[in-house]
């Protein structure tokens, strides 16, 4: 038998904590050479998008496979719809049978705040007093939940083009958080800047970093979005998710098109920067920025993780095809 897991199942059993832990072992094995590549499909139709990821990742001996099919339709909230919509399937890659299928939303969000997570453990200088969130949408939620697994801000910021929606993401966290209404001033008080947007064209600019922060840049998950100013990129060290699915759909994507850099300038995947392989930060200084693009292998290592917790905690409904 097979679970189906609801959002609110996924939500339950998956803790941030938990999340950042497979997260992270999963980028080391990747960096070790312990699994294979990753695998991304993508097509476009009318005002929306289709994206396949999938991996394959060996979890305390045993192998897993998980393909993650997401919808994409940005006019979806005016009808009603979330943005994002779509399901993991996960299977024993031992013998092909499918374990479970999921709610894709929360496996999303949750596993791309955990590679921020992890990318800030690593990169961001310990002391943190002030972060800002860019992007009060979906994503917004599990990306300050993780980050405060792994640092400790006094203060929260958050932007959003939408202010009435900044406001409400800022009264349902809690006293910490703050609506910001200059970017670029909020911008320049932040130690660790997190943009999740779905914008088009870039709005971070070097002028507004100062020396020292860590950006984690979320939202660049297609060749047509962008958030970080290619001059920003080429003037920071960069370390990525994917180098070869960045240099794609990433922000680095538009840097290496608009000949700000070249792809060799990235200094590392966040792999072998977690496996050792590559430094972290080497001086306070240093600005450094994360190109979170989403990848099957941290799809799958959320996937295992949510399943293994409803399989403790008896979550969810059992299903079969045979």
């Known amino acids: 038998m097979s679970l189906l897991l609801a959002r609110a199942e996924v939500e339950r059993v998956l803790t941030p904590e938990l999340c950042i832990a497979a997260v992270e072992d999963a980028f080391r094995q990747h960096a070790l050479g312990n699994v294979p590549e990753p695998g991304i499909l993508g097509m476009h139709e009318g005002a929306g998008s289709f994206h396949v990821k999938a ?24 009808r009603g719809l979330p943005t994002i919509q779509g399901a993991v399937l996960l299977s024993d890659a031992e013998d092909g049978a499918p374990l479970a299928i999921m709610d894709s939303t929360s496996i999303t969000a949750l596993r791309t705040a955990a590679a921020s997570a992890v990318a800030a453990r690593h990169l961001a200088r310990r002391q943190c007093d002030t972060v800002l969130i860019c992007g009060c949408g979906g994503q917004a939620r599990a990306q300050l ?20 929606r900044a406001a409400r993401f800022a009264r349902a966290f809690g006293e910490r958080a703050v609506v910001a209404l200059d970017l670029a001033a909020a911008a320049r008080a932040s130690d660790i800047v997190i943009t999740c947007t779905t914008a088009s064209k ?40 994917l180098t070869e699915q960045a240099r794609k759909i990433g922000d680095l994507h538009h840097a290496i098109d608009q000949g700000a850099m070249a792809v060799e300038a990235v200094h590392a995947q966040l792999g072998e920067v977690v496996a050792g392989r590559k430094p ?18 941290q799809d799958v290592a959320a996937a295992i993780a949510a399943y293994h917790g409803a399989t403790r905690q008896h979550v969810g409904t059992s299903w079969s095809l045979i």
Not at 148 to 162: G, N
Not at 213 to 236: C, H, Y
Not at 280 to 297: K, N, V
């Open 55 to 78: 991996g394959f990742l060996r979890v305390e001996g045993k192998a897993y496979f998980a393909a993650k099919l997401n919808a994409n339709f940005p006019a979806n909230p005016g």
């Open 145 to 164: 939940e993780a980050l405060l697994c792994v640092r400790e801000p006094r203060r929260v910021l958050v932007y959003d083009a939408d202010v009435e």
């Open 202 to 241: 870039y709005f971070l600019t070097r002028d507004m970093i100062r020396p020292g922060t860590f950006v984690a840049a979320v939202g660049a998950d297609n060749e047509n979005k962008q958030e970080i100013e290619p001059r920003l990129m080429a003037q920071s060290k960069v370390v990525t998710d």
């Open 280 to 297: 972290a930060r080497q001086r306070d200084e240093e600005i450094i920025i994360f190109d979170s693009t989403g990848t099957g292998l």
